[in-house]
């Protein structure tokens, strides 16, 4: 079925790059700041430089190389549909009589805008002086369902599961770069068809993120090149989710791992944990110094207490009847709540585990321990470069998928890799393997405090937290960086599986040197 929209004469353009103006139709609200190229142009907005009670005036963009161009003003746009109508066609190369055939491009039949809709066309016949509030609702109905059909030609890319979603279902997308290129970007947007979303400062990075949401207009690839053509020298990427890289809770009678009594730092050390609240009642936890922050929005609803709870009580917790003390007893926890309760999982996005490394930069917490897993992602590489340049070591977990790949940041050439083994050094079943495996360390069965008593975990998540205590006591010892770290834990770790590094277990099972009771 051909989409239906309301038509007006077209009238000769002034030429590509100058204002235009055609009369305003009845349709079209007050407070319309923007309208719509065809769908040969993929609905680009353009911007309304000038709207008058009589007339409408916007300068047709660059982009518009075609000698007839139809231009549409939005309707009605919810979740499930969009409606335009035309306010006009502008043809540039000469004036075009108004009874003129429409351009075989647009998605409509010729049609003269005297007489009724061609009668092939399923809907009633519509006067375009009349306003949009008095069609009757078959003719309303029926523009919805030409416009959709008309549609899947155009469909719109939407946000996976490992995207956060914007507004209008595509993926969020984040913009990150200095703060003046920031402001080009955030003047770019618009016009490119995009909305922006909201805007964040990463003071300890010196760098700012902007939250777009492009429509589908364009591509992450095709909006970087449109901003660089502006002058925007940008990171563009998708607002990627990370999940903790925990696994099934196992309930049995083994402890699984080793079991680590007492290590206490020689001295006070920042640790930084980047994952959901921690509750600070837990028994374990109650000498434990711990700052902690929320960097998630207003609107947004924290993750659970488990999974951070489990992993601060690994990485310092204090000895209780119900579980062992932590590997790096002493150390003060930097604690950054970024996940977040979201369809239904705990995940943190991308735009939160900036915000908590730059919280943590702020604070020159050396050492930090990111129990999550996801995406590639070049902006997130970009932060953990510039986190890195600033002595901070990031320990993360391979993942839980069984893939021949590692998952992202674990996958960083600037992070620690940690994968998962049993008691008997036997790799987790589900852990990733790849060449970036730095080392294993315990994490089968591991026991973690519960509310009102203990429980086993599984996971990746555990095994990188293992880690980071044992890596805490080597920075204490004087390792300043992580090839640093990575040299001396890799001569004494146990070598696992093929003889020397490997993609199942890296060195092999990490081991402490320093502990002090």
């Known amino acids: 079925m051909a989409a239906v929209f309301f038509t007006t004469a077209a009238m000769a353009c002034s030429g590509i790059g100058s204002t235009n103006t055609l009369a305003r139709p009845a349709g079209l609200a007050d407070g319309t700041t923007e309208l719509y190229l065809g769908p040969s142009f993929g609905w680009a907005t353009i911007p309304i430089t000038r709207l008058t009670s009589s007339t409408v005036t916007f300068e047709l963009p660059a982009?518009?190389?075609?000698?007839?161009?139809?231009?549409?003003?939005?309707?009605?746009?919810?979740?499930?549909?969009?409606?335009?109508?035309?306010?006009?066609?502008?043809?540039?190369?000469?004036?075009?009589?108004?009874?003129?055939?429409?351009?075989?491009?647009?998605?409509?039949?010729?049609?003269?805008?005297?007489?009724?809709?061609?009668?092939?066309?399923?809907?009633?016949?519509?006067?375009?002086?009349?306003?949009?509030?008095?069609?009757?609702?078959?003719?309303?109905?029926?523009?919805?369902?030409?416009?959709?059909?008309?549609?899947?030609?155009?469909?719109?890319?939407?946000?996976?599961?490992?995207?956060?979603?914007?507004?209008?279902?595509?993926?969020?997308?984040?913009?990150?770069?200095?703060?003046?290129?920031?402001?080009?970007?955030?003047?770019?947007?618009?016009?490119?068809?995009?909305?922006?979303?909201?805007?964040?400062?990463?003071?300890?990075?010196?760098?700012?993120?902007?939250?777009?949401?492009?429509?589908?207009?364009?591509?992450?690839?095709?909006?970087?090149?449109?901003?660089?053509?502006?002058?925007a020298n940008v990171t563009v990427g998708s607002n990627s989710l990370y999940s903790a890289s925990s696994s099934r809770t196992y309930v049995n009678e083994m402890v699984g791992g080793q079991d680590w009594d007492g290590c206490i730092l020689p001295r006070g050390l920042r640790i930084g944990l980047i994952d959901g609240p921690i509750d600070l009642t837990a028994p374990a936890l109650q000498d434990v110094q711990i700052s902690m922050q929320s960097v998630l929005g207003r609107a947004e609803r924290s993750g659970s207490t488990d999974h951070a709870t489990e992993l601060a009580t690994l990485i310092a917790g204090r000895p209780t009847d119900k579980t062992p003390a932590g590997l790096a007893r002493g150390a003060h926890i930097y604690a950054a709540a970024a996940f977040m309760r979201y369809k239904g999982r705990n995940v943190a996005s991308l735009e939160h585990i900036s915000v908590a490394l730059d919280w943590m930069a702020a604070r020159k917490v050396p050492l930090v321990n990111m129990s999550l897993a996801g995406p590639k992602n070049d902006t997130l590489s970009k932060v953990v470069s510039l986190v890195a340049q600033k002595g901070m070591i990031i320990v993360a977990s391979t993942g839980n998928d069984a893939l021949a790949s590692v998952s992202f940041p674990a996958a960083d050439p600037n992070v620690i890799a940690?994968?998962?083994?049993?008691?008997?050094?036997?790799?987790?079943?589900?852990?990733?393997?790849?060449?970036?495996?730095?080392?294993?360390?315990?994490?089968?069965?591991?026991?973690?405090?519960?509310?009102?008593?203990?429980?086993?975990?599984?996971?990746?998540?555990?095994?990188?937290?293992?880690?980071?205590?044992?890596?805490?006591?080597?920075?204490?010892?004087?390792?300043?960086?992580?090839?640093?770290?990575?040299?001396?834990?890799?001569?004494?770790?146990?070598?696992?599986?093929?003889?020397?590094?490997?993609?199942?277990?890296?060195?092999?099972?990490?081991?402490?040197?320093?502990?002090?009771?």
Do not use: W
Request: hydrophobic share 40%; glycine share 10%; aromatic share 4%.
């Open 418 to 517: 940690v994968t998962a083994v049993d008691a008997k050094g036997r790799l987790f079943g589900k852990a990733n393997r790849g060449p970036e495996v730095d080392f294993a360390a315990p994490g089968v069965d591991v026991l973690v405090p519960k509310k009102g008593g203990r429980t086993f975990r599984s996971g990746t998540s555990y095994s990188a937290a293992i880690a980071t205590g044992i890596i805490a006591h080597e920075l204490a010892g004087g390792a300043q960086s992580r090839n640093a770290v990575v040299s001396r834990l890799s001569k004494r770790a146990k070598d696992l599986g093929q003889s020397g590094r490997d993609e199942a277990y890296g060195y092999g099972l990490i081991a402490i040197n320093r502990c002090q009771k």
């Open 63 to 231: 982009s518009a190389q075609s000698d007839t161009v139809a231009v549409y003003f939005l309707v009605e746009r919810t979740a499930n549909r969009v409606v335009y109508s035309r306010l006009g066609e502008l043809t540039c190369d000469e004036p075009i009589d108004p009874v003129d055939p429409i351009d075989p491009v647009d998605p409509i039949d010729p049609v003269d805008p005297t007489d009724p809709l061609d009668p092939v066309d399923p809907i009633d016949p519509i006067d375009p002086t009349t306003p949009i509030g008095s069609m009757g609702a078959t003719s309303l109905s029926q523009a919805r369902d030409s416009f959709r059909a008309a549609q899947a030609s155009r469909v719109m890319v939407r946000a996976t599961s490992t995207e956060m979603a914007a507004p209008s279902g595509a993926p969020e997308i984040l913009i990150t770069g200095s703060g003046v290129q920031i402001t080009k970007a955030r003047t770019l947007v618009p016009k490119l068809g995009g909305v922006v979303l909201r805007e964040r400062s990463l003071g300890g990075l010196g760098l700012s993120m902007l939250a777009v949401d492009m429509k589908g207009a364009l591509s992450k690839q095709a909006l970087m090149i449109k901003l660089a053509q502006g002058g």
